[in-house]
T-cell receptor, first 113, second 111 residues
C-alpha cells in the first residue's frame, strides 16, 4: 500500500492564481481531511469528508473548496491564492469517523507571492 | 472553545536523560487524545490514542498517560533518533473525527 499520497510536494503561486492540491489514499478509508500547518499555530483543520459525496467545513475553510467524488481522492482547491495561504498542507485519512488514528500524507509546501 | 497547550515548546536532552512532555487540554466530552511524532519535512506519524483518565500506553522508550486535564509523554533513556516534534491532539465528543492540535514540542536528543 502507498498509504496517503499528495502532489505536488512544492508549489509557488502568484496572488490570484488558482490550483488544486491532490490527495489520494489506497486504504479504503471513509474519512479524509485537509490540514494546514503554520509556525506557532499547530495543525488546523480546513475541510473534511466522512465519505464519497459528503464534505464539511473545519476550523479555517475560507478560500478553499473540496469535493469527494470517490473514496480514494480528496482534492483541495484554492480559487484565488493569497499570501496568507502560504503554508504546508497535509491530507489525512482514517478508517471512519470514530476514534481511529489518522494517517497523514507527506505534505505540500505552498508559497504564494 | 476546545484548546490544547503543549509544553515546553522545545526541549534539549542528553542521550539517556529521561524527561516528560506535557499536553494540557480543555474540551467538552473528550472522545480521544492522540500523540503523533513529526520528523522535519514529513507528515505526522501516529503514536498513541488514550481514551479515559488513568489509561497508559507504551511503545519502546515512550509512555503516554492521561488525566482529566492533561496528558504526559514520558521518554525514558532517549536516543538521538527520538529527536522529532511531538504533537498532541484531542477529539471532542460529538460528530465526525475533528482533531484539535497543540503547537507541538520540539525534542532534540544530543549524543
Amino acid at each position: 500500500n502507498a498509504g496517503v499520497t499528495q502532489t505536488p510536494k512544492f508549489q509557488v503561486l502568484k496572488t490570484g492564481q488558482s490550483m488544486t492540491l491532490q490527495c489520494a489514499q489506497d486504504m479504503n478509508h471513509e474519512y479524509m481531511s485537509w490540514y494546514r500547518q503554520d509556525p506557532g499555530m499547530g495543525l488546523r483543520l480546513i475541510h473534511y469528508s466522512v465519505g464519497a459525496g459528503i464534505t464539511d467545513q473545519g476550523e479555517v475553510p475560507n478560500g478553499y473548496n473540496v469535493s469527494r467524488s470517490t473514496t480514494e481522492d480528496f482534492p483541495l482547491r484554492l480559487l484565488s491564492a493569497a499570501p496568507s495561504q502560504t503554508s504546508v498542507y497535509f491530507c489525512a485519512s482514517s478508517y471512519d469517523r470514530g476514534s481511529y488514528e489518522q494517517y497523514f500524507g507527506p505534505g505540500t509546501r505552498l508559497t504564494v507571492t | 472553545e476546545d484548546q490544547v497547550t503543549q509544553s515546553p515548546e522545545a526541549l534539549r536532552l542528553q542521550e539517556g536523560e529521561s524527561s516528560s512532555l506535557n499536553c494540557s487540554y480543555t474540551v467538552s466530552g473528550l472522545r480521544g487524545l492522540f500523540w503523533y511524532r513529526q520528523d522535519p519535512g514529513k507528515g505526522p506519524e501516529f503514536l498513541f490514542t488514550l481514551y479515559s483518565a488513568g489509561e497508559e500506553k507504551e511503545k519502546e522508550r515512550l509512555k503516554a498517560t492521561l488525566t482529566k486535564k492533561e496528558s504526559f509523554l514520558h521518554i525514558t533513556a532517549p536516543k538521538p533518533e527520538d529527536s522529532a516534534t511531538y504533537l498532541c491532539a484531542v477529539q471532542e465528543g460529538q460528530g465526525a473525527q475533528k482533531l484539535v492540535f497543540g503547537q507541538g514540542t520540539r525534542l532534540t536528543i544530543n549524543p
